[in-house]
């Protein structure tokens, strides 16, 4: 029988530069790690896991599920995440929980913006895209992820009348095109994070949504068509 108030789960982001885990306890943070190392993936994500679980007193053994982020990002970096994810859901026995990097950046950034406020997360897509959704502040997705192709007339005439946040490591280049548009506002230099992964994983893992492992991908870039 699964003990829902015990559940140790490992978040796992990988989907850009950022190699980053985290542990968390029945949602709730125990400990966190990140590297902003270029192409720090395949050399230090098993370091950091093995490290996190070390500091905060737990054992491999005792982990209920591994959460990773399912993307898009990095083709590189969400295969050595979810090869990762995969070989300790093997090795314990133990479910895989994906987690849309989208979703969990504005997750993240929730408890910082008002209610009126639409979240737009943005990862680099190359060339004048992003890789983006729409979101309210109490978790709605109001537009799945898409691709947005910044210097579209018809995308930016498609945007809500609201007041919008773009943020993520390429607000910058959102910036760009819509900085003379008021009710658009920017952060940058958002890293993709574990941490909002935890809560989210959390909730798929009470209703048992697992991911069937031997099936199972990441949404890499190619596989994403404009919207």
Avoid at 192 to 220: D, H, N, R, V
Wanted: glycine residues 6%; proline residues 4%.
């Amino acid at each position: 029988m699964l003990r829902y108030d015990m559940s140790l789960i490992l978040s796992i982001e990988t989907a850009t530069a950022t190699c980053s885990v985290a542990l968390h306890n029945a949602g709730k943070l125990v400990a966190h790690t990140a590297l902003l190392t270029n192409r720090s993936h395949a050399e230090y994500l098993m370091v950091i896991i093995e490290d996190i679980l070390k500091i905060s007193k737990h054992d491999r053994k005792e982990l209920s599920a591994i959460a990773i982020s399912s993307g898009p990002g990095s083709y590189t970096g969400l295969r050595i995440g979810t090869a990762v994810g995969k070989g300790l859901c093997y090795g314990l026995g133990i479910p895989l929980i994906a987690v849309p990097t989208l979703e969990a950046m504005a997750n993240g950034m929730r408890p910082f913006t008002d209610a009126d406020t639409l979240l737009c997360p943005a990862i680099d897509a190359r060339r004048t895209a992003i890789y983006t959704l729409i979101a309210d502040q109490r978790g709605h997705i109001k537009k799945a992820t898409h691709i947005a192709l910044l210097d579209s007339e018809t995308y930016i005439k498609s945007l809500p009348d609201q007041k919008l946040l773009f943020f993520g490591e390429d607000a910058i280049k959102c910036k760009h095109f819509f900085m003379n548009h008021k009710n658009i506002h920017f952060i940058e230099g958002v890293c993709p994070s574990a941490i909002p992964i935890g809560p989210l994983a959390f909730a798929k893992f009470q209703q048992q949504l697992w991911e069937e492992m031997a099936t199972y991908e990441p949404c890499y870039i190619s596989q994403f068509q404009e919207k």
